[in-house]
């Protein structure tokens, strides 16, 4: 059962998203990655997973994507699709930016990745792989700027936005109730990965639901797809796709982020 939630954005825009009602008695639990962390990857195997449990999950930032609202406009109204008890809330690839969370109770994901690699990703991502749909002319827009420079200049002038986001992370997630997970660690044992997301969000163990749905994503291409959201997964691409000069600048920028979660 869902209940639908009339919401307007920062920017005035009305949409509505319908959130599950659920009558479970666990603390809800909360999924966090960064964008091009392997975030798609991290919310389908929960999703999947909880579905074939029966338990529901949400995710605010893709229901308002898919309305055609940017997840960076969500307004405080939203903060009334979280409820304490009996969901899994997926799909945050930044702390949201207009109301805080009660994570008191809350087990946490936060999934991370070299965020050189994530950077590289991202390019990729917003110049060949995004979908960009009739009418979006934002999108487009960006498409077109990003594909008027290389991937050096790009990655230089993004590198900021990966720092805000890992600086809110920190202060925001409780440390107490949040698992860090790093991409290069799971990223070619999918169902290790699921089993651990299952035990640290306090789900219940499924075996076969398990195999499954880790099977099901288990996706590694033989050869860099560019046009496709799965480009290639292996860890370290920044090292051919950025010049030594660029590596050492992000190396600088990006060395908080770099020493906490141990990229050096």
Known sequence: MNKDLELISTEGKKYVVSVPLSHLHFPSAYVFAFAKSGST??????????????????????????????????????????????????????????????????????????????????????AKSHVVKQGDNARFKEREIVNSMDIDTFVLSRASSYIKNFNMYRNKLPINKTKIVRYEDVIYDKESLLSLLVEHLALPTNVDALIKVAKKHDVIPDSEQVSDHVRQVHPGNYLVKLKQDTIGILNKELSTFLDYFDYR
Request: neutral net charge; aromatic residues 14%; hydrophobic residues 40%.
């Open 41 to 126: 990857l991290l919310d389908r195997l929960v999703r999947d997973y909880c579905k074939e449990i029966g338990v529901p999950s949400f995710s605010l930032f893709g229901s308002a994507f898919n309305l055609g609202v940017n997840p960076g406009h969500i307004d405080k109204d939203a903060k009334q699709a979280f409820t304490a008890l009996g969901t899994v809330y997926t799909g945050f690839r930044h702390y949201p930016r207009n109301f805080d969370l009660d994570l008191r109770e809350a087990n946490c994901i936060w999934l991370t990745r070299d965020p050189r690699d994530m950077l590289v990703s991202l390019y990729f991502s917003i």
